[in-house]
């Protein structure tokens, strides 16, 4: 099967199909790992990868919201869940941007990320999070504690997962 490769408007018309749930074909898009250092990001980046044990906290600064394509996803992801409380991974605007209206995101646990778009102007919008998502992993046959898992959605509205008994696959 030959590998398909979509422009960044099909992409974006694939997404809103879904309706919140974010694709994103590394192939397609390429993947960009950073290392334990801050970082610009790129117009050009689509998934942006920390990709090594963190040794302080580190910045991902994000392109200007006017220089990068209206709409279409950008991904910033903690790989190597060594992103802590202490090394924390911030996520900055550029210039007088704003990221639903803030400054900045920070990601401050394991295996975070953050999904934004642009407006194609001066804003950044939080199209998905690990923030304040608690993932639990437990043995098959026991119920996690605590058994309601929180995945915040853009726009105010939050949904949540009630998990009675995990059962072997």
Do not use: H
């Not at 334990?36 to 920390?50: G, H, P």
């Not at 044990?53 to 190597?80: F, I, N, Q, W």
């Not at 941007?97 to 995101?105: E, H, L, N, R």
């Amino acid at each position: 099967m030959a590998r398909q490769t979509r422009t960044d408007a099909e992409f974006y018309g694939l997404l809103k199909r879904f309706r919140g749930a974010v694709l994103l074909d590394v192939a397609d898009y390429g993947r960009t790992p950073t290392g334990d250092a801050n970082y610009t990001i790129l117009v050009s980046d689509r998934f942006v990868a920390q990709n090594v044990t963190l040794t302080a906290a580190r910045t991902k600064t994000l392109p200007a919201a006017s220089g990068y394509p209206a709409g279409l996803p950008l991904v910033v992801a903690d790989e190597t869940g060594s992103v802590t409380t202490a090394n924390t991974l911030i996520i900055a605007r550029a210039g007088s941007d704003t990221i639903d209206g803030a400054t900045s995101v920070t990601l401050d646990s394991a295996y975070g990320f953050v999904v934004l778009v642009s407006d194609g102007s001066a804003k950044w919008t939080v199209l998905a999070s690990s923030v304040g998502t608690n993932l639990l992993a437990v043995a098959a046959g026991t119920t996690p504690s605590p058994t309601t898992l929180v995945f915040g959605i853009q726009g105010g509205a939050v949904v949540t997962f009630t998990c009675a008994q995990v059962n072997a696959a």
